[in-house]
């Protein structure tokens, strides 16, 4: 595998998705030992010729020897081009440059809410992208859809339960971030937005753990104590998840506890349709 040498990936020491990433490709010999650096220790020299404003929101790549930079999909691209020159070739194809320049904007401006981690406070640059309604909201879109059609399939599973329908699960899942954000009410719209999509991470992710009863029961009849059992070890770990989380985003402790109550009123319900 050929080496991208004598270039710097300035990533979010932040963000466990960039730290996983950028170390990769230099573990995978893409870069050089000195190919990452934390956009937080940038040098004064540094910070004369990159876009501060920029690379918080794009991942820039520096060449240490002309002192350029370019941003977001475009260092990505050369840098996995560099080794796989065929994949560079098909990812700046404008359709398709497109498309992955939309999908990096879309995971970028919501990397703080898909994998949220601690702040340094210390440091006086902080890598953190600007608030994008657009891809906010789109995410959160996203993610209610999805968990909208596992949960339905997975509801159906289980005989108890009246017939579910997408309507029903539409609404007990955008319900959710409703009740939850009255309690924040006093707080601005950001960071109710923030804890929303938070809520809605911890919602997919808590579907995604769902799927592999879904694919089982498509070709074996499973036992009713499997399909209850995987479901509460689900909303075990999601509670668990959702507590981390609130104490990441510094918001009341009690969230947690209100997003079990909202459960249990929301399954009261649903048994007495």
């Known amino acids: 595998m050929k080496t ?64 350029t930079v370019i941003y977001g999909i475009d260092s990505l691209i050369k840098v996995v081009g560099f080794s796989f020159p065929l994949i560079e070739k098909i990812a700046t194809v404008k359709p398709i440059h497109f498309i992955l320049k939309k999908m990096y904007s879309f995971v970028s401006y ?63 899942a955008f319900g959710q971030i409703v009740f939850q954000s009255l309690l924040l009410l006093k707080l601005n719209k950001q960071t109710i937005l923030n804890y929303a999509g938070n809520l809605m991470t911890i919602s997919l992710m808590g579907s995604l753990i769902l799927i592999p009863i879904l694919i089982l029961s498509q070709f074996f009849q499973l036992p009713q104590m499997i399909i209850l059992g995987w479901f509460g070890v689900t909303v075990l770990i999601m509670f668990l998840e959702h507590f981390r989380r609130v104490k990441i985003l510094k918001l009341p402790f009690y969230l947690s506890f209100t997003w079990i109550l909202y459960r249990i009123l929301a399954l009261i319900l649903i048994l007495n349709m």
Do not use: H, W
Not at 32 to 42: H, V
Not at 137 to 154: D, H, K, N, S
């Open 4 to 67: 991208l040498e004598n270039q710097t990936l300035l990533y979010d020491e932040d963000c466990p998705l960039c730290s996983l990433y950028t170390t990769g490709f230099v573990k995978s010999g893409m870069l050089d030992e000195n190919g990452r650096k934390s956009y937080c220790q940038l040098s004064e020299e540094e910070q004369s010729f990159v876009d501060l404003k920029r690379a918080p929101n794009e991942i820039a790549l520096v060449d240490n020897k002309s002192q």
């Open 110 to 172: 919501n990397r703080k809410v898909i994998i949220p981690g601690n702040v340094k406070e210390e440091n006086k640059l902080q890598c953190t992208p600007d608030f994008n309604y657009k891809y906010r909201f789109l995410y959160i879109g996203f993610a209610l859809t999805v968990t909208t059609f596992i949960l339905f399939g997975y509801s159906n599973l289980i005989p108890s339960l009246p017939k579910s329908n997408i309507t029903r699960e539409i609404i007990l």
